[in-house]
């Protein structure tokens, strides 16, 4: 579900996932507060889906609970929507200083239908001097009780979208 390509000032990651759900149900469930609060790390977004547009996600309850969790977790901008094909935008993890000032990533999402009702989601996530991020969302910190990033994110996006249940967490 992952591939990584890394050097040592930039890395792509790209995940891979085949949900049976519309494209416009996929939309949704990235960009509205009261589906993607029921998957990962249960964030609620806020998204002004125009260019220029501001994104916001707030911490979900169970984050909430830890000290020192900030009132925005991640931060960027959108740079293109086109619902409910691609999602472009700016994404900057705002929950330790040092993530913070790795600053501004680049985070794609290209939406697919496909046959038989099943569609593709492919996230892009360019990670250019990011390495401590791109470590955090390829999973590697999973032992320490920070999930399993992006596969994580994913696997749980298409266990709510197919099944209307949530991974446990």
């Known amino acids: 579900m ?10 792509t990651q790209v995940y891979r996932v085949y949900i ?10 990235i960009t509205k507060p009261e589906w993607t609060e ?7 977004v806020d998204y002004d889906l125009r260019p220029g547009g501001a994104y916001r996600a707030y911490p979900g309850a169970e984050m ?14 959108v740079i293109e929507a086109d619902p409910p094909r691609r999602l ?4 900057r993890m705002l929950m330790d200083p040092e993530l913070q000032a790795e600053g501004f ?24 001097n990011a390495p ?18 992006w596969a994580w994110v994913l696997s749980g996006l298409k ?6 249940s949530e991974l446990d967490r």
């Open 132 to 149: 401590r991020l791109a470590a955090l969302l390829a999973g590697d910190n999973e032992a320490e009780g920070a999930g399993g990033g």
């Open 88 to 91: 472009v935008q700016t994404w």
């Open 20 to 29: 049976k759900a519309t494209p416009e149900a996929i939309w949704d469930a």
């Open 159 to 164: 266990t709510v979208l197919e099944t209307g």
């Open 105 to 128: 990533t680049r985070l794609t999402h290209e939406i697919e239908p496909g046959q038989g009702g099943v569609t593709k989601l492919t996230v892009i996530h360019d990670l250019e």
């Open 2 to 11: 992952m591939n990584a390509t890394q050097s040592p000032t930039t890395t």
């Open 64 to 77: 909430a609970k830890y000290e020192g969790v900030p009132e925005v977790v991640v931060d960027g901008e």
């Open 38 to 44: 029921r998957y990962g790390y249960a964030a609620r």
